[in-house]
């Protein structure tokens, strides 16, 4: 078998067999298919597609790539939650030391930020000395001990996607529904908890921009979870504007212990209330959504998932003098105003655009190997519904490299839509899709 064969095949819009994906994820994985070939196929799927039995087929592919874990060494039901990918999106932050608090283990493997998007770990890597490539002995005893561990995929888990991934991220080939279902699937797959939660984004600052796409995607995923006998529910949750007030790593672990602490942004509140009651309910915690959404309740109220976090950064060897402490966190060396030039009700902020603004004063990596900056970001003023002047301030920027402020004002400024009339409020969360089908709210 030839890549080259299986590079034309995809280009002229054929089926590839099973055979010839397992070509390719094995190749690939082994060094002996090279980043240029890899990059022309995902190029060729990217336009061309795949149908179900395909991407069926490399998700299986990317999870026979490396093994599969097992967490049976950790008692209980383990549920995982996965986000396809927004801006602002801090859930694991907070919804992981909630869910944990409610006494289901989490056992979650989370991954970097992706083109525009933010990924978890850089997030925690935020935080002084916390490691996220804990060996899986010291996982699998975080979650006995104190029922919660964050860490990355190990070398070993689903290494294709790993590289993939990589590749996808700085080839422009990250939106597309089967290389997204595949990723994300093959990776939950590896990672053997028992059910997974997945918060499919829909809208600007999201992968899958309309929401027939958003629920194409989550139902691909689910079928692929039920068709292994794992229990998978998707939420399809807004992403057209920045989840929360802030964008940028350290900015975005301060918002989400303020939230913590019951004083976050409505919105990051409410999400991660819903996909937690999911995640109580996976995990047989209760079989009653609003007992779910009051158990979580109370672990804010009660300072119950505060401590959870702080244990969690503990047992991963990071400085809990930060969470005590925000303030101590990376901090950029100015913050500067960004004024709005017009005046209006912003009427959508386009979270891509956000993204790349962040991007651009170095929040998340150019290349795969760019280095971040933890401390730099953006918190917003303004969101969508609000009243704004012309001359008030829209967004601050943290930011430490002065040269890149330009680039970053005009996406920024880019991304808001201001116009006379009030704007409707569109739903936080447009659906569900579970083994039962797709239920549109
Ligand atoms: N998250 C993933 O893990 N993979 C993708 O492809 C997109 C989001």
Do not use: W
């Not at 999106?89 to 919804?95: A, F, Q, Y």
């Amino acid at each position: 078998m030839r890549m080259y064969d299986i590079i034309i095949k995809k280009r002229n819009g054929e089926e590839l067999s099973k055979e010839e994906i397992q070509f390719f994820i094995e190749g690939y994985t082994k060094g002996t298919i090279p980043d240029y070939q890899a990059s022309a196929l995902l190029m060729a799927i990217y336009f061309k597609g795949m149908n179900k039995r395909e991407t069926a087929d490399l998700t299986m592919a990317m999870v026979n790539s490396g093994s599969v874990i097992d967490l049976s060494a950790i008692e209980g039901i383990k549920v995982d939650k996965h986000s396809t990918g927004g801006v602002g999106d801090k859930t694991t932050l907070m919804l992981a030391p909630m869910v944990a608090a409610a006494g289901v283990p989490v056992a979650k493997m989370s991954g970097r930020g992706l083109g525009h998007t933010g990924g978890t770990l850089d997030k925690l890597e935020s935080i002084q000395g916390l490691r996220v490539d804990l060996p899986l002995i010291e996982f699998t005893q975080n979650v006995n001990d104190i029922k919660i561990a964050v860490c990355g995929q190990t070398g070993d888990l689903a290494p294709a996607d790993k590289k993939l991934y990589a590749l996808r991220d700085v080839t422009a080939t990250v939106d597309n529904l089967s290389l997204i279902a595949s990723s994300i699937m093959s990776k939950k797959l590896a990672a053997g908890s028992d059910a997974i939660v997945l918060d499919v984004k829909t809208g600007s600052g999201a992968f899958m921009k309309t929401l027939d796409d958003s629920f194409m995607l989550a139902k691909e995923m689910v079928d692929i979870g039920t068709s292994l006998n794992k229990n998978v529910i998707a939420l399809i949750t807004e992403m057209n504007e920045p989840l929360g007030l802030a964008v940028g790593n350290a900015l975005e672990v301060k918002e989400a212990i303020e939230t913590l602490k019951g004083n976050g942004p409505e919105d990051f509140m409410h999400l991660c209330i819903e996909l937690g009651a999911a995640m109580l309910i996976l995990g047989g915690r209760t079989s009653d959504i609003e007992e779910a959404r009051q158990i979580l309740q109370h672990t804010i109220e009660s300072g119950a998932a505060l401590q959870k976090l702080k244990d969690m950064v503990k047992a991963q060897h990071g400085n809990v003098a930060q969470i005590d402490n925000p303030e101590l966190l990376p901090k950029a060396s100015k913050v500067l105003d960004i004024i709005s030039e017009d005046t209006g009700y912003v009427q959508g902020i386009d979270a891509e655009g956000i993204g790349r603004a962040a991007l651009a004063i170095g929040a998340g990596r150019e290349t795969k190997e760019s280095p971040i900056d933890y401390a730099v970001g953006i918190v917003l003023d303004k969101k969508v519904g609000d009243y704004v002047k012309k001359g008030e301030v829209l967004a601050k920027v943290h930011i430490n490299d002065l040269s890149k402020l330009d680039e970053c004002r005009q996406k920024l400024l880019g991304a808001y839509k201001l116009s006379e009339g009030k704007p409707e409020k569109r739903p936080l969360i447009f659906g569900v899709v579970d083994k039962n089908g797709i239920k549109r709210y």
